[in-house]
């Protein structure tokens, strides 16, 4: 699991919670296994989100990770142009390669830990596909797309791109020198990630060695979810156990706790954890396919819209 690694943790700022945020760690409310399934073109994908209240993951909407899996040749897949109205799409590859092109001229190559965000705004089309010479040699593919919701007075902002590469990511380390915490978007303390979100949220993607433990300061007025893409290890203040597909919904407090797993995992010897948070923003939402809006008026709207070719064409 490349994405971006360090070899000296220690020469990294360390992130620490204060004594008063430790003893308010957040506790795990619920622990739910990903059910597996099929995305675009048929790439298998695992469903984070699924049967979680929609007000526990608010702002968030959905989030599938993609893969892991190991192409043979001829075999990576990707997905047709759709389009989207209504929110953000974060994508982050961690092993192997996409390319993004959407109405807008937006996109780029994501590759080995860099990160495409993408918001859809008014409403655009866009494509992501694997690049030529990885369907002719086939590689491994491992990622997440992320869907962040926009609230009603932004979900008419022109549409915008962002390109992170993995140099540009934050790094720091937990106070024991055990722990590689990547800040993609938002803050941990006076650290900042390099994304910049319409909807304030954190982002992290965190590697934590067995026996290491990880305390996050995290903001009271967000919500806090974690889910595991490889190996295991205990999280929240009730410390319960979660591995590989699994995502646990955290309740309230002021930092966020994880324990690296003493049973060391065949795919991974250390515990891989995203780590998610955001401001809710606590307003009805009309979500179908590529569109999420805030009424059955606007998603017919959305639905028209495209039929009518109003979300923009698809480029030469």
């Not at 006076?190 to 990880?214: D, E, K, M, Y």
């Not at 007025?221 to 974690?226: A, M, R, S, T, V």
Request: net charge negative; glycine share 14%.
């Amino acid at each position: 699991m490349p994405a971006v690694q360090v070899e000296n943790l220690f020469a990294l700022n360390k992130v620490e919670a204060t004594v008063e945020e430790v003893l308010a760690s957040r506790s795990v409310l619920s622990r739910t296994v990903a059910p597996k399934g099929y995305e675009g073109e048929g790439f298998p994908v695992r469903r984070a989100f699924a049967g979680i209240a929609p007000e526990l993951l608010d702002p968030f909407v959905h989030m599938d990770q993609m893969g892991e899996v190991e192409y043979a040749p001829g075999e990576p897949k990707g997905t047709p142009w759709h389009p989207h109205r209504g929110f953000e799409t974060v994508t982050y590859i961690i092993d192997g390669t996409f390319d993004h092109r959407d109405s807008h001229g937006g996109g780029g190559r994501i590759t080995n830990g860099a990160t495409q965000w993408m918001t859809a705004g008014s409403g655009l089309l866009h494509i992501e596909v694997p690049p030529e010479e990885l369907v002719v040699t086939g590689g491994l593919f491992h990622g997440l797309q992320l869907w962040v919701n926009l609230p009603a007075s932004q979900k008419w902002i022109h549409p915008q791109y962002q390109s992170i590469e993995p140099t540009a990511v934050t790094l720091l380390s937990s106070d024991d020198g055990g722990s590689l915490v990547r800040l993609i978007a938002g803050g941990l303390g006076t650290q900042r990630g390099p994304g910049s979100t319409q909807t304030p949220i954190n982002f992290i993607h965190a590697t934590v060695a067995p026996g290491s433990r990880l305390h996050l300061p995290w903001p009271a007025e967000f919500n806090g979810l974690i889910y595991a893409l490889a190996g295991n290890g205990l999280v929240g203040q009730n410390q319960v156990a979660l591995q590989g597909g699994e995502l646990a919904v955290l309740g309230s407090g002021l930092s966020i706790e994880v324990y690296g797993g003493d049973v060391v995992d065949s795919r991974s010897e250390n515990f891989e954890v995203v780590i998610l948070g955001g401001r809710p923003i606590r307003e009805p939402i009309a979500w179908y396919g590529p569109f999420v809006m805030n009424t059955q008026a606007e998603l017919a709207q959305a639905f028209e819209d495209y039929r009518t070719g109003k979300l923009g064409s698809i480029p030469a």
